[in-house]
């Protein structure tokens, strides 16, 4: 990367560059040395009162990263440039060597009625994201790794190795299956809204267990799965507004089908790919272009294309066929980071009521 010179991401930004950074390292269990810390964020005020954290990833670029919403274990020390600039090799050297996925560490959670470590209450994991964080997961009910935060501080846990885990994953599906009803026979609950009963939301199955006690569990449409759920109890207490309606087993095979019908198109909308482009000229290059634009493909049809505007949305654009090829530059998602907040600034700055000058006519 060279020199931590005074650059928006990527590249040099004319518009208001920062004059001076912070750089503060990150330490937590799996890099607790500030020698060589999980990763090095630098800040900068972007706009007046206003400041951005970039973390260096290791492709050596500066690039903004979204805090996790949850807390997470690690601490942020103050470093210098010099130190700052030392960083980049120890990068460089994990983009070499620490491949494949992230170092996981399993703990065994031992509770009064699993108090073996052979045989544990649940099992989690924990890795270093790379930009700092500690993500924690937990081995559920559901035979699935869901995130969950705090199980080690709330329970007594002891450290295990990946075989250990993946013996656990066995341990877990064989009490699933021993809680499920006799014969798989199940009763079915089409949950509808308290507004408009023909509007049914959901699908539940529940039996009562051999304690004597309703056990449920929701319908999935993302992937069609049933996992352990809380509906009908919260309908129960009062605390979810919806109607409910017993149906046959016949019937909810139909729901499950018209379910997943009608919410793949949502699903298929959070699952796109998007391929990035910048549209350069006019004496803009790659690194502030005269606006970016992204490619989608639909499951059937053509390709759809749009627009980065001017409101910091994005908009149905033709711009691709419409200028020389050699003008549109295929760019990955820190650059299309850089430009929108390039955008951000630019509009900011312009008068009330006005609309953005963003250079010329892009084709």
Same mark, same amino acid.
């Given at each position: 990367m060279g020199e931590l010179d005074h650059t928006f991401g990527l590249v040099p930004v004319n518009s208001v560059p920062p004059s001076d950074y912070e750089y503060w390292a990150v330490v937590n269990r799996f890099y607790p040395d500030v020698d060589d810390p999980s990763t090095v964020?630098? /800040?900068?005020?972007?706009?007046?009162g206003r400041f951005l954290e970039e973390n260096l990833n290791r492709d050596l670029e500066w690039v903004h990263t979204e805090r996790p919403s949850e807390p997470?274990?690690?601490?942020?020390?103050?470093?210098?440039?010099?130190?700052?600039?030392?960083?980049?090799?120890?990068q460089a050297r994990r983009a070499?060597?620490?491949?494949?996925?992230?170092?996981?560490?399993?703990?065994?959670?031992?509770?009064?009625?699993?108090p073996h470590v052979a045989d544990p209450a649940c099992v989690g994991r924990k890795w270093d994201d790379g930009n700092g964080n500690v993500l924690e997961e937990l081995y559920s009910l559901d035979c699935e790794w869901v995130r969950n935060t705090g199980w080690s501080e709330r329970n007594e846990c002891v450290e295990i190795d990946a075989a250990a885990a993946r013996r656990f994953e066995k341990i877990q599906a064989k009490r699933y299956r021993s809680a499920l009803p006799p014969g798989g026979r199940f009763n079915y609950t089409a949950i509808a809204s308290s507004v408009n009963r023909d509007e049914v939301r959901g699908l /539940?199955?529940?039996?009562?267990?051999g304690g004597g006690y309703r056990r449920e569990e929701d319908f999935?449409?993302?992937?069609?799965?049933?996992?352990?759920?809380?509906?009908?109890?919260?309908?129960?207490?009062?605390?979810?507004?919806?109607?409910?309606?017993?149906?046959?087993?016949?019937e909810a095979k139909r729901l499950q089908e018209s379910l997943v019908a009608r919410?793949?198109?949502?699903?298929?909308?959070?699952?796109?790919?998007?391929?990035?482009?910048?549209?350069? @000229?006019? @004496?803009?290059?790659?690194?502030?272009?005269?606006?970016v634009i992204r490619v989608w493909t639909p499951r059937r049809g053509a390709p759809v294309e749009e627009r980065y505007s001017e409101?910091?949305?994005?908009?149905?654009?033709?711009?691709?066929?419409? /200028?020389?090829?050699?003008? /549109?530059v295929r760019i990955d998602e820190s650059r299309l980071y850089n430009f929108t907040v390039l955008q951000y600034q630019r509009a900011q700055r312009r008068p009330p009521g006005s609309r953005l000058a963003s250079g010329p006519d892009p084709s």
């Amino acid at each position: 990367m060279g020199e931590l010179d005074h650059t928006f991401g990527l590249v040099p930004v004319n518009s208001v560059p920062p004059s001076d950074y912070e750089y503060w390292a990150v330490v937590n269990r799996f890099y607790p040395d500030v020698d060589d810390p999980s990763t090095v964020v630098r /800040v900068w005020e972007f706009l007046p009162g206003r400041f951005l954290e970039e973390n260096l990833n290791r492709d050596l670029e500066w690039v903004h990263t979204e805090r996790p919403s949850e807390p997470s274990e690690g601490e942020a020390v103050r470093i210098s440039e010099e130190a700052a600039r030392r960083f980049e090799t120890i990068q460089a050297r994990r983009a070499r060597t620490e491949r494949g996925g992230p170092r996981y560490r399993y703990y065994a959670m031992l509770r009064p009625f699993h108090p073996h470590v052979a045989d544990p209450a649940c099992v989690g994991r924990k890795w270093d994201d790379g930009n700092g964080n500690v993500l924690e997961e937990l081995y559920s009910l559901d035979c699935e790794w869901v995130r969950n935060t705090g199980w080690s501080e709330r329970n007594e846990c002891v450290e295990i190795d990946a075989a250990a885990a993946r013996r656990f994953e066995k341990i877990q599906a064989k009490r699933y299956r021993s809680a499920l009803p006799p014969g798989g026979r199940f009763n079915y609950t089409a949950i509808a809204s308290s507004v408009n009963r023909d509007e049914v939301r959901g699908l /539940v199955r529940w039996w009562t267990s051999g304690g004597g006690y309703r056990r449920e569990e929701d319908f999935h449409p993302r992937d069609g799965r049933w996992r352990r759920g809380f509906t009908l109890e919260d309908i129960d207490r009062g605390s979810n507004w919806a109607d409910t309606t017993e149906i046959s087993e016949k019937e909810a095979k139909r729901l499950q089908e018209s379910l997943v019908a009608r919410l793949r198109p949502h699903f298929e909308k959070q699952s796109r790919v998007y391929e990035y482009y910048a549209i350069t @000229g006019e @004496g803009r290059p790659v690194d502030d272009p005269l606006t970016v634009i992204r490619v989608w493909t639909p499951r059937r049809g053509a390709p759809v294309e749009e627009r980065y505007s001017e409101e910091l949305d994005w908009e149905p654009s033709e711009l691709r066929h419409r /200028v020389a090829g050699h003008r /549109v530059v295929r760019i990955d998602e820190s650059r299309l980071y850089n430009f929108t907040v390039l955008q951000y600034q630019r509009a900011q700055r312009r008068p009330p009521g006005s609309r953005l000058a963003s250079g010329p006519d892009p084709s």
